[in-house]
């Protein structure tokens, strides 16, 4: 049997990480989220869409996480630091924190823009001023000053798109050819939908639901062209590798079983070689199973 894992092909820049920024993460305790009478509904919310899972998803998906973040060139186990490559997009940290594990999954200000630090951030001045009837309507006082403060504005549908597009647009090379998914089947409309709307007080409007500045964000960061290089040797002792590749199943005769349930003659199966991409969804992982379990039946009828 031969193992077959992926290999880094190439040495490559130093990945495309932005520099910290003048804002700090006061983290989503300090938006109130249940604490205070403040956010409350937005932090029920929140408990129930996906961004809040993600951490617990990334712990779920270990094995995978960590030859990703080896492949990558990091520790392995490093990849539930804050402040590692897989902190940018799959959980958020208190700023100061970032030599220790993510604090949540992503979170408000992953979204919304880190609100500290305390007197410099927009934390204390997006708070200002009675808030309209109209939840539509922009022009309290706190909302524009904060915009001035890093408060982003994702009333703003390009801007919007472009935050989602910033996580779920995987466009560093090195990042997928350590085997990481490009995000290409990302749903952008029905994440606004089914997930991200529940917390707006306001009703969707068509302009939320316009692909085009979607499609724009993409445009602005393009997926370069990868390769993913197979090679016999894990890349990674111990670990299991992402794909497993028989060369050659062969079924014998075995003489303890009855002769109805076995083949008349040992039969060499075609290796099982499914030839999915790595960011390939569970269901045609499954399909691909389902179909060479046919095979097998197959050959092992037309050998009885
Ligand atoms: C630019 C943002 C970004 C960075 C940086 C990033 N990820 Fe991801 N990661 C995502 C998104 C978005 C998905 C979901 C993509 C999809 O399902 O197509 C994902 C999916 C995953 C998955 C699930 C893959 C699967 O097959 O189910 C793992 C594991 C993972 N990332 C690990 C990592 C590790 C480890 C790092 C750091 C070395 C990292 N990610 C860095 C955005 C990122
Ligand atoms: C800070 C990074 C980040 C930002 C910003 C972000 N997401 Fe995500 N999102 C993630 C990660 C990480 C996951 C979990 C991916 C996984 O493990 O499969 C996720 C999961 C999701 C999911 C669940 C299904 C899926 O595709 O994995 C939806 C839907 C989603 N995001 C929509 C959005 C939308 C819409 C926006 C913009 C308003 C957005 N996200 C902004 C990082 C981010
Ligand atoms: C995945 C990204 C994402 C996350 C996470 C997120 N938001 Fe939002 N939020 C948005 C978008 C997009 C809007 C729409 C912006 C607008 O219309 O001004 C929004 C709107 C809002 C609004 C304005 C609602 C309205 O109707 O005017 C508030 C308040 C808000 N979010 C608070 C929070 C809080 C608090 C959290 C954390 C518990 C949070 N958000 C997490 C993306 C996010």
């Not at 989503?28 to 029920?44: F, I, K, L, P």
């Not at 919310?45 to 060139?73: C, E, N, V």
């Not at 939840?135 to 706190?142: A, C, E, F």
Request: a positive charge; hydrophobic letters at 30%.
């Amino acid at each position: 049997m031969i193992l077959t894992t992926l290999a880094l092909t190439a040495l490559l820049p130093a990945n495309g990480r932005t520099q910290a920024g003048k804002y700090k993460t006061l983290g989503y305790r300090s938006c109130g989220t249940g604490q205070n009478a403040c956010h409350v509904s937005d932090g029920d919310w929140w408990r129930s869409d996906p961004h809040f899972k993600t951490i617990s998803d990334l712990k779920r998906k270990q094995q995978r996480s960590m030859q990703i973040a080896q492949t990558y060139g990091m520790k392995a186990g490093d990849y539930l630091l804050g402040g590692s490559r897989c902190g940018d997009c799959h959980g958020e940290v208190v700023s100061g924190r970032e030599s220790r594990a993510m604090n949540t999954g992503v979170s408000c200000e992953s979204c919304h823009g880190p609100s500290g630090p305390n007197g410099a951030g927009y934390f204390e001045v997006h708070q200002e001023g009675a808030r309209s009837k109209d939840p539509l309507d922009v022009s309290r006082s706190g909302y524009q000053k904060a915009l001035k403060v890093g408060l982003v504005e994702l009333r703003k549908v390009a801007i919007r798109a472009g935050t989602c597009v910033r996580c779920h647009q995987i466009s560093e090379k090195k990042l997928l050819e350590a085997g990481h998914p490009t995000g290409e089947g990302f749903d952008y409309l029905g994440g606004i939908k089914k997930d991200i709307s529940k917390h707006w007080d306001y009703a969707i409007r068509p302009t939320d639901i316009d692909q085009a500045p979607f499609a724009a964000a993409v445009q602005r960061k393009p997926i370069p062209a990868f390769t993913l290089k197979i090679t016999n040797s894990p890349a990674v002792s111990g670990m299991r590798p992402a794909v497993v590749v028989r060369d050659t199943v062969v079924i014998y005769k075995n003489r303890n079983l009855p002769a109805w349930l076995n083949p008349n003659n040992s039969t060499t199966l075609e290796s099982f070689d499914p030839r999915l991409s790595h960011d390939a969804p569970v269901d045609s992982i499954l399909q691909e199973i389902k179909r060479y379990i046919e095979y097998v039946h197959q050959c092992i009828n037309d050998n009885r």
